[in-house]
């Protein structure tokens, strides 16, 4: 068997339809003139709340664990029996 190559041009594709060059604005939206070959992005309310909420979150942890270090370091951490004794149990059940 055998395969042979096939030549195709694109003599057939409408040059109207491709892209235009780079010295040309394409438009990204409503009204928005972009210069070709320049990209950006844009995220909605939601995902810039969603940041937001993540970066409060890092810095409470942060806060947390700087927190129970300087306990640990000073002596005065203290566990509780009764919620480590819960959460051994609760790692023996899974």
């Known amino acids: 068997?055998?395969?042979?190559?096939?030549?195709?041009?694109?003599q057939g594709?409408?040059?109207?339809?491709?892209?235009?060059?780079?010295?040309?604005?394409?438009s990204a939206g409503k009204d928005r003139q972009v210069p070709a070959g320049s990209d950006s992005i844009a995220l909605s309310h939601k995902a810039n709340e969603l940041k937001r909420l993540a970066t409060t979150i890092d810095q409470s942890r942060t806060e947390h664990l700087n927190r129970v270090k300087e306990q640990?370091?000073?002596g005065t951490y203290r566990v509780s029996a009764k919620d480590l004794a819960g959460k051994?149990?609760?790692s023996n059940s899974k």
């Open 88 to 90: 051994l149990i609760d």
């Open 1 to 10: 068997m055998s395969i042979d190559r096939v030549n195709i041009s694109n």
């Open 72 to 74: 640990l370091e000073s």
């Open 13 to 26: 594709i409408d040059r109207s339809q491709t892209a235009q060059s780079n010295e040309l604005s394409r």
